[in-house]
Nanobody, 124 residues
Framework: EVQLVESGGGLVQAGGSLRLSCAAS????????IGWFRQAPGKEREGVSC????????YYADSVKGRFTISSDNAKNTVYLQMNSLKPEDTAVYYC?????????????????WGQGTQVTVSS
């Protein structure tokens, strides 16, 4: 059974940093994508970043470019999202998700497995 477990969320002041982790287990896929999404109250879930497990290609939403960095440790089956210069508008529940056949990384329906989410709150 594929499991994705997020951790690292919390409360931070504007301008601060957090590092989220997504630990994946229960699969032996060789080529897949891990995406980070977020959902604020009353808003749709939106793509934040994504990384390919094989070649390390990364993708970012315009709103986080230059502030967030996605990386992976394949030996640990863990993907990280380093979030710097956080803003109050980054406040949301952050989810990681795994896609086996990705065409457009921002499309939530292209992801096959989802974690339970971790809350990130940025105070002004």
């Amino acid at each position: 059974e594929v499991q994705l477990v997020e951790s690292g969320g919390g409360l931070v002041q504007a301008g601060g940093s957090l590092r989220l982790s997504c630990a994946a287990s229960g699969f032996t896929f060789d080529d897949y994508h891990i995406g980070w999404f977020r959902q604020a109250p009353g808003k749709e879930r939106e793509g934040v970043s994504c990384i390919n497990s094989s070649d390390g290609t990364t993708y970012y939403a315009d709103s986080v470019k230059g502030r967030f960095t996605i990386s992976s440790d394949n030996a640990k089956n863990t993907v990280y999202l380093q979030m710097n210069s956080l803003k109050p508008e980054d406040t949301a529940v952050y989810y990681c998700a795994l896609s086996l056949q990705l065409r457009r990384w921002v499309r939530t329906y292209e992801y096959d497995y989802w974690g339970q989410g971790t809350q990130v709150t940025v105070s002004s």
